[in-house]
């Protein structure tokens, strides 16, 4: 039973930090490219970044790019998002979600190309 469960979302003021984690279990993490996808009210789901299996390839979107990081450890079943530098249009439910394949792909985020995901945890940017 495949399962993610994401932890520390919160609410933050513009210009601070928080770090979104994601617990897997129910399947090897390392065989698979993971992923984080964001969506705000009344807009639709975003693909936000992805890491492949083995950490060694990652992509973000342009609207984050240079202030998030997405990493993993894959002995402790865990991916993270860093974000810094948070922007109220950061606003939005984070979901963690699991590739169907070990590599993101230049459609990485294409929500088609993931079959599980977390339950989402929400972060709030405001001052």
């Known amino acids: 039973q495949v399962q993610l469960v994401e932890s520390g979302g919160g609410l933050v003021q513009p210009g601070g930090s928080l770090r979104l984690s994601c617990t897997a279990s129910?399947?090897?993490?390392?065989?698979?490219?993971m992923g984080w996808f964001r969506q705000a009210p009344g807009k639709e789901r975003e693909g936000v970044s992805c890491?492949?299996?083995?950490?060694?390839?990652?992509y973000y979107a342009d609207s984050v790019k240079g202030r998030f990081t997405i990493s993993r450890d894959n002995a402790k079943n865990t991916v993270s998002l860093q974000m810094n530098s948070l922007k109220p249009e950061d606003t939005a439910v984070y979901h963690c979600?699991?590739?169907?394949?070990?590599?993101?792909?230049?459609?990485?985020?294409?929500?088609?190309?993931?079959?599980?995901w977390g339950q989402g945890i929400q972060v709030a940017v405001s001052s």
């Open positions: 129910g399947f090897t993490l390392d065989d698979y490219a």
């Open positions: 890491i492949s299996n083995s950490g060694d390839h990652t």
């Open positions: 979600a699991k590739s169907i394949v070990a590599w993101c792909g230049g459609t990485w985020y294409r929500s088609s190309r993931f079959n599980s």
